[in-house]
């Protein structure tokens, strides 16, 4: 009232269902009459504070102490909540931790915990809970595909950080880059700051592969060329021995639970059949005549192969897994190397084209000056 002088309308609203009792004075900035509105200004808050202190103490209430922000008492802390990234983390070292014996069977182990897989380039997931796919390589480190990998494979398993940081993700940071085309960037439409930037880039970038060059003691284009090449080999036939030992632990795993599914319902089947494939029957025991019935398909593909014990399986998964363990431990390593010979490759050869281009431009000029001199 002292403050609008009874000339507004106003509401005073108290929080009781606080640990802190306050109020909160709304008034109307047109005044009763409708002839005018309130005007705000400067330090309208310091006034307010002012003339609040002055009731308080008219009435006998304690006042609040000006103090600087450094030293005022901080709200009422509330419960964090859990980010769904922190959820899918935590997901994923809960299902690590019952030891799958590889991706596949991984992935396997998190749709049983109802997360959606979509694969491509990038494999992501969906949760109960969540609107959208997220990728793996978003989670950070320790949450990509190779690094998953890596710890089932039974390395270290990554530190994770408070739940106070933020973590991303971040690209694997190179010695050295593919150098750019400015001259195509130009093309694009790119204009004369980015022409600078890109000539420092790619000097930075030549420089390096030069340094990459002399570390490897490599001397010639052809000693070069014969290295990228045989690297790019050796890690095609990494990246495809590996996905051979995948296909195969898929299907052995595919095919022991055909033969062990066959083993229950064979009874039941021999029931069935000598029930005269009754409708009846089949509809009481459903389940168990379509597993059996998946699992002679299954078998009618060994063509000219005899049916497997479970035990030759197992021997035969564990071989094969301990051949894909002893080809992605050079795996990474491969395809590093793979990626810095190549493109110090890409580097040098575009360098020795504008090399030629320049020369064949120098030469152009010196032609045309030649003729016009004529």
Not at 48 to 58: G, N, P, R, T
Not at 109 to 121: N, S
Not at 184 to 193: I, R
Not at 199 to 210: D, G, H, P, R, W
Request: aromatic share 8%; proline share 2%; hydrophobic share 35%.
């Amino acid at each position: 009232m002292r403050f609008t002088k009874g000339n507004h309308a106003f509401i005073v609203a108290t929080h009781t269902d606080k640990a802190h009792i306050h109020n909160h004075v709304i008034f109307n900035s047109t005044n009763l009459d409708c002839d005018r509105k309130f005007r705000d200004s400067w330090f309208i808050a310091l006034a307010l504070q002012k003339l609040s202190d002055l009731v308080c103490l008219e009435h006998g209430l304690s006042v609040i102490k000006p103090r600087k922000p450094g030293e005022r008492e901080k709200r009422t802390p509330y419960p964090k909540k859990e980010s769904i990234r922190a959820r899918i983390c935590e997901d994923i070292d809960a299902v690590l931790a019952r030891e799958p014996a590889d991706f596949e069977e991984f992935l396997r182990m998190l749709k049983e915990q109802d997360y959606e897989i979509k694969r491509g380039k990038n494999i992501s997931l969906k949760g109960n809970a969540q609107k959208k796919f997220i990728r793996l390589n978003s989670l950070g480190e320790g949450y990509t595909k190779d690094d998953i990998e890596e710890r089932i494979l039974g390395k270290e398993e990554p530190e994770r950080e408070s739940d106070n940081s933020k973590k991303r993700w971040s690209r694997p940071k190179r010695d050295f880059d593919l150098l750019i085309d400015i001259q195509e960037k130009m093309k694009q439409g790119k204009g004369g700051g980015y022409t600078r930037w890109a000539t420092v880039y790619n000097i930075k970038q030549m420089a390096q592969t030069l340094l990459f060059l002399q570390e490897k003691d490599i001397r010639s284009y052809d000693v070069l060329a014969e290295k990228a090449s045989v690297h790019t080999a050796r890690f095609n036939e990494l990246s495809q021995n590996i996905k051979d030992a995948e296909k195969r632990l898929s299907e052995i795993a595919v095919l022991k639970t055909h033969i062990i599914n066959y083993a229950k319902t064979r009874d039941v089947y021999v029931a069935y059949r000598k029930s005269g494939y009754s409708k009846k029957f089949f509809e009481a025991h459903r389940e168990e005549i379509t597993l059996h019935k998946a699992a002679k398909e299954a078998f009618s593909g060994l063509t000219g192969q005899k049916i497997p014990k479970v035990k030759e399986l197992n021997a035969e998964y564990a071989q094969v897994l301990a051949k894909k363990k002893a080809a992605y431990a050079e795996y990474r390593q491969a395809k590093k190397d793979m990626q810095d010979y190549v493109t110090a490759k890409h580097n040098i050869d575009a360098f020795l084209r504008a090399q030629e281009n320049e020369q064949m431009h120098r030469e152009e000029q010196k032609r045309r000056k030649q003729k016009d001199a004529r």
